[in-house]
């Protein structure tokens, strides 16, 4: 910066006009793809010994109920099937498959600005699950969520900056049938979004249309194929231990079709997996080490992303819980497995069991969001929106998510430390004869938007200033931010003839 | 546990019946000084230079401002009083203190029972500050805040396990008198609670007659010096650089009476310190070698507490805003030099830049919170109750983080990994003809109290319970429990004989 200004005032001037412009990309303080893994609640002894009780239940116990194609896959493989029924893994077979499979994996984005390059500790935020109630912040109340909520959903992330990817986080309740739901889905994220999408499929028998429809969006197969901009959230399990059957066909059909899969292990610690973390751990890394090894006896290399997702439950209940501190853990040492294999990964955070986007929400959100972050962890899923331990989807929460996502990827991108940054020489003009504070200093000036993360919606006027501009409510100003984003009608969606053709060829249930 | 169950079910019942009474402390899944540390900011290079420039910084900047019988104190240790009144600092000099400062420091409480030892990466969590408001929740408005307020807030810490310690988290307004207002700040407090106090005095003249005050509660001077329960939070520098006269002349006083003292540097960064994160840490870690050489050269080995206390700025404002993630970071920095030292550290986190226990509160005060326990912070300052960058103090707020603190502790007490915990026995039983759940398990059975953090007023309700409860607001919740707390006006009380003498040798303002 110091060769644009020759001297100091007329330094400031320009440096105060650059500011009005929006920053560059690659100076922005923050970025999707940021490095973690400052944070490591695992040891190395640790995590040789979560991989050995893997590697042993996965020799020992197996898992029961793929499909006949998948029994086909895997014994060619090298797995065994046993006469329960239940196939086991050679510990040399996922040894090979580790050595074997991706180490990286690119999730594109339609327009090409927001593909997600998965590898080492890189961080990505975004939303998922499948939530059945929208959360109304002004009444209150929890009512069905449909298939415009989602479409809505999806326009809000396109222009939210910290939300970098949209899975698909609630289901259309209002389309019955399930083939159409899952079509639907499709065309309502992809309408609202260019950025990478994720979704799921109830029926094998519904991949071929969808891709059908992903083929006319992307500009023919080929373009698909080049650039697959939705991956398949596929539950392939039902923990603990077990092949989910359907979800493996689909899991085939759309490695077929050349869509990226997030092979999602959803065991309950306490339920369906061990109530210790360290247990729950365990039983998902084996569970998607599995699925690893499927995938790639399908189609070596195919991208696939490591999806340990244990949550927490309530025991005194049990009910699930995702905004404990139990959660947080689960989800971080998950993320630290996943470089221990050095394969991509993903799993849950963000999660708020509170009904309503409120104080023990931002808590409870930031906790397992800033861990999972700090943790390295490459797809942090449902990180905004999500209440009720997951039953519920809230726009202002997701907008008001941005701020708090924000805010942990300032975190993850940490401390740099260089001569610069340690400030001597700056230390020693204010003391030494100078000004004596550090308000008008070049480097200050210089490093205001670089360095600092300011929030859209979070208030940080003082009590004065707060009560003269009538002591605005945080969730009035990010339900007037969510109506100002869905005015603008035209955002993200698809060009006419487009959307006229797939209109033709399917039964869309959103207006035109 | 499986030796008092000859039939599982008859353990079971066992168990559900010692469950009902409260568990033994050394059973809690949390307690306080928990050790952190598992996650690290500052690589291995960061902290040597860090280390150097602060060394460089003592060298050649040095401090200016000392009072007289601190320059004299200085050089008698080996300091340099230079001709432009800066005192500098011998690298060998710092590096002498570091080897023989203590290493750590027991903060005593009245009680016994709530002693806080400083060690390692031991963590406590408690208040701090000086709020010049007191936030009314339900009338969403700030108003000048008065003893009674100061006595309620260490009323209801002494209530709440999560807030380990009291530090006077803001000031007696309706006490114009300085002398009193500081008399009354050590009344109202000890009056309120047995944890250890934190407090801090306007003029060296008080300290006198505020030890004559903790000799009468203590039962003696012996008996105080034995186990000071008081500690000096002293603001000895005025950043960049300066002594506070008067604070360092405190701080001898405290020092002469066996009081513990916090050496707090609170440079802001931007403004005071240096804006980058790496410089203000520099300097914060500068001023408090110098503090540490200072307390040394009085009293050697004088238990002191490492205060790195840099604070947020929002440049575009100037303002102070502590609920970013920048502020998480300097607090997290600071707190991994305290490792490097080896000496009991301390600093804030937990701030809130919002006005009211929102969304956006709970984000921020969960940033800093857990960030400050993953990096083993052992004095976690302000933690509790503080909004608006620390103008406004809030009992709801408090009491909400005492759930917070808790979901904190139980990131800090991490991943257990051992053969019980991986569970591997439990996969086996349960998946090879077992139920296919954990829920019944012994295991699950056993670890349900020692191993989960249940929240006290946080929600985990589904929506449907959510809706029957009459959808519950977490605030009135939080409001209701302080009317509860402070409605049992025994609690914590002194005895009559002794509130009599203490009322009859100071003017107390708290009616009796």
């Keep these: 910066m110091t060769d644009q200004s020759p001297t100091r005032t007329g330094g400031r001037a320009a440096r105060r006009a650059a500011r009005a412009a929006p920053l560059a990309d690659h100076l922005r303080p923050i970025r999707p793809g940021m490095t973690g893994g400052q944070y490591k609640p695992l040891s190395d002894a640790d995590m040789a010994a979560i991989h050995a009780a893997a590697l042993q239940a996965l020799e020992e116990i197996g898992l029961v109920d793929a499909p006949e194609s998948g029994v086909a896959y895997l014994t060619a493989a090298g797995a065994v099937l046993g006469d329960d029924g239940r196939i086991r893994f050679p510990r040399a ?17 339609r327009d090409g600005k927001h593909d997600l390059e998965l590898s080492g500790a890189r961080v990505h935020y975004g939303t998922a699950g499948a939530a059945v109630h929208m959360v109304d912040v002004e009444g209150r109340n929890y009512r069905e969520c449909g298939i415009q909520d989602l479409h809505d959903a999806a326009r809000i992330c396109d222009r939210l900056d910290n939300i970098h990817f949209l899975q698909r986080p609630m289901v259309a309740r209002d389309i019955l049938d399930n083939r159409e739901m899952d079509l639907n889905t499709v065309y309502a994220c992809s309408a609202g979004t260019t950025k990478h999408i994720g979704t799921s499929f109830t029926d094998p028998a519904y991949v071929p249309a969808a891709l059908e429809m992903l083929h006319l969006i992307a500009g023919g197969e080929d ?19 077990k092949f989910a059957t359907e979800s493996c066909q689909v899991m085939e059909a759309c490695i077929e079709g050349g869509m990226p899969v997030l092979l999602l292990s959803a065991g309950m610690a306490g339920a369906t997996a061990p109530s210790t973390v360290a247990g729950a751990i365990v039983q ?15 189609k070596p290399g195919h991208p696939a992303v490591f999806g340990t997702w244990p949550f927490g439950l309530d025991l005194r209940s049990g009910a699930m819980t995702g905004g404990s501190g139990e959660q947080a853990l689960l989800t971080a040492g998950c993320a630290q497995m996943h470089k221990f294999y050095g394969v991509p990964g993903g799993a849950a955070a963000g999660i708020a069991d509170s009904k309503l986007p409120d104080m023990q929400a931002g808590w409870e959100q930031m906790c397992s969001n800033v861990m999972a972050g700090l943790s390295g962890l490459n797809m942090v899923y449902e990180a905004a929106g999500m209440h009720a331990s997951l039953l519920g989807f809230c726009h202002e929460s997701l907008i008001l998510g ?23 020489d700056q230390m020693r003009e204010v003391c030494l004869g100078g000004p004596g504070h550090y308000l008008g200093t070049e480097q200050t000036l210089s490093r205001m938007e670089l360095d600092h993360v300011y929030p859209a919606l979070g208030d940080r006027t003082s009590p004065k200033e707060w009560a003269e501009l009538g002591k605005p409510d945080l969730l009035e100003k990010a339900t007037a931010r969510k109506e100002e984003i869905l ?3 035209a955002a993200a969606r698809f060009a006419p003839d487009l959307d006229h053709a797939i209109r033709a060829a399917f039964n869309i249930h959103l207006p035109a």
Tied chains: 1, 2.
């Design 93 to 109: 077979l996922v040894e090979d498959t580790l050595a074997r499979a991706n180490r990286s994996v690119t999730l594109h984005s």
């Design 223 to 241: 373009k698909w194929r080049e650039r697959p901009f939705m991956s398949n959230s596929n539950c392939f399990v039902v923990p603990p231990m």
């Design 284 to 298: 998902a890394c084996a569970e998607c080490l599995a699925g690893l090894v499927y995938v790639n006896a399908v």
């Design 402 to 424: 941005d701020d708090l996502i924000g805010q942990a990827l300032r975190c993850v991108r940490g401390i740099e430390v260089n001569d610069e940054t340690l400030a001597l």
């Design 487 to 489: 005015s603008d009608r």
